[in-house]
């Protein structure tokens, strides 16, 4: 039997995953629930093939994790077979903790973002497997003495951002995202233990901001997907006061069990559980169960509209929208479905959406120069980078 198994992936061929440990963990239900889970949230609705999942994209990172490793020792770099490991364990399980269509109910089936549910599982993990995940677990947390081992997990160079902009556009089309991450990977080495990009990859790095900004707009915040994404949020904000309200819409009883529970990370046994029963499939029974339902109009008329993509209409502007349109459509939406204001902000939602393509003086990308010196992107002559936060405005409602 070979010493690993063989998987193949349509972006970067074969994979190895090395027998043991590593398939163990990748054969645990936790992990193996990633593949009901979308990568994209709502983007299929704009790009129909986005229809990846996050186990697609923990198979990627975990690949050029790989190779990064290899890159970083050819190149003289010490790493242990404990620390490459533990780097590899960690980008595996980096997602492990997301729930269902990923970011777009990030915080609202759970008070906490998937980091943090992420850290939860890997130290139940850990014990589970008798600490052979501790390494993987103080890279995750950012806390090991190698700070470069914990930046190709997190930070604005990382495996994470180097897979999901290579998975990204390539199943949504978006060609603006195409990267150089074999060229960046091979251009990466170490500096007083600090991750580094040489000075000969500036332009595939510059390559790669540039892609980051493009897509975030192209398609993380798509304004379609934006509102899909905003009616998936109203509908579910409905059914968790219809719930509370001592309602029992038809809906999964692990989802209407979870909306009752507070979510303490330090007490997790209440509401883990039945968060790690959740994924794509719940949400979507729940929505065609509830579309059906003659017991309330507002949580019937959003479940609908989502499932056969009868979305809202959205305004995206620089400046914010002005109090008395959104009110204008609150009156209207009120009038047609017959509401009251308050029912009828269910559909009339407005808010603001941002993305910061490059962060300055926070957890910097470095170039290793051609005379030694380390510089902080920022400070490097001639840069493209964009470092502003981009600010914009939404105001989603239905057509009437």
Same mark, same amino acid.
């Given at each position: 039997m070979k010493p690993y198994k063989i998987?193949?992936? @349509?972006?970067?061929?074969?994979?190895?995953? @090395?027998?043991?440990l590593f398939l163990d963990v990748l054969d645990h239900p936790w992990v193996q629930r990633l593949r009901r889970i979308s990568q994209l949230g709502c983007s299929h609705l704009v790009y129909p093939g986005a229809m990846h999942t996050r186990f697609h994209h923990a198979m990627g990172a975990f690949h050029l994790m790989q190779n990064a490793l290899n890159v970083l020792e050819s190149k003289g770099t010490e790493i242990t077979e404990s620390e490459k490991e533990g780097a590899r364990l960690a980008i595996l399980l980096h997602d492990v903790g997301h729930g269902p269509y990923s970011h777009a109910l990030e915080g609202h089936l759970v008070n906490l973002s998937h980091e943090s549910i992420s850290r939860v599982l890997i130290e139940k993990l850990n014990e589970e497997f008798d600490g052979r995940l501790s390494t993987a677990l103080e890279i995750f947390k950012g806390q090991y003495h190698k700070p470069f081992l914990n930046q190709l997990v997190a930070s604005q160079l990382d495996m994470d951002r180097m897979d999901y902009l290579s998975r990204d556009s390539f199943y949504t089309g978006v060609a603006e995202g195409v990267i150089s991450y074999d060229r960046i990977t091979l251009m990466l080495n170490t500096s007083q233990n600090q991750l580094v990009i040489e000075e000969k990859g500036i332009y595939s790095l510059e390559k790669f901001l540039t892609a980051r900004k493009l897509m975030y707009w192209q398609v993380y915040l798509h304004k379609t997907a934006v509102a899909a994404e905003k009616m998936l949020l109203s509908w579910l904000k409905r059914l968790k006061y219809l719930i509370t309200n001592g309602n029992q819409p038809p809906v999964c009883p692990h989802l209407a069990k979870l909306l009752n529970l507070d979510s303490d990370p330090k007490n997790p046994g209440p509401w883990l559980d039945e968060f790690l029963q959740m994924d794509d499939i719940n949400i979507l029974y729940s929505l065609k169960e509830s579309s059906k339902w003659k017991g309330d109009f507002i949580l019937r008329e959003l479940a609908e509209r989502f499932l056969n993509r009868r979305l809202f209409k959205i305004e995206l502007s620089?400046?914010?929208?002005?109090?008395g349109r959104i009110s204008q459509k609150i009156n209207n939406t009120a009038e047609v479905f017959g509401l009251t204001q308050e029912e009828a902000q269910y559909f009339v939602i407005s808010g603001e959406e941002s993305n910061t393509a490059y962060r300055i003086h926070r957890d910097e990308i470095l170039i290793l120069k051609k005379d030694g010196a380390v510089v902080p992107y920022s400070e490097f002559p001639n840069q493209l980078y964009s470092s502003g936060k981009v600010i914009k405005h939404y105001l989603t409602y239905p057509q009437l």
């Open positions: 998987v193949n992936d @349509p972006i970067y061929g074969f994979i190895s995953v @090395p027998r043991g620089d400046e914010p929208t002005e109090k």
